[in-house]
Nanobody
């Protein structure tokens, strides 16, 4: 079965960086979409970045543009989210999700498989 496992979260000061990893098993990342979502306390989950594994095409929510970079390693079956210039409003649980068929979107309902998430806290 498909499993997604995130890692790389932690506590970082404003302006710092983190790289999140999403390890996929039970599937070969050939023709799927992988999205990174975050959920802050008391807020709805929001998509921040996504990538089409077939061609590497990617998209970002406005708040992530210029700061976050999503990438993948098809050999290792891994997807990464490099986050730079982190701010307190980036705090939340970050989850990766795999979608079948609809391509890169920011709608959580378009993704069928989810990881458990990794906590990112940006605080001084």
């Amino acid at each position: 079965q498909v499993q997604l496992v995130e890692s790389g979260g932690g506590l970082v000061r404003p302006g710092g960086s983190l790289r999140l990893s999403c390890a996929a098993s039970g599937v070969t990342l050939d023709y799927y979409a992988i999205g990174w979502f975050r959920q802050a306390p008391g807020k709805e989950r929001e998509g921040v970045a996504c990538i089409n594994t077939s061609d590497g095409g990617s998209g970002y929510v406005d708040s992530a543009k210029g700061r976050f970079t999503i990438s993948m390693d098809n050999v290792k079956n891994m997807v990464y989210l490099q986050m730079n210039s982190l701010q307190p409003e980036d705090t939340g649980v970050y989850s990766c999700a795999l979608g079948v068929g609809l391509g890169c979107t920011f709608a959580a309902g378009d993704y069928e498989y989810w990881g458990q998430g990794t906590q990112v806290t940006v605080s001084s």
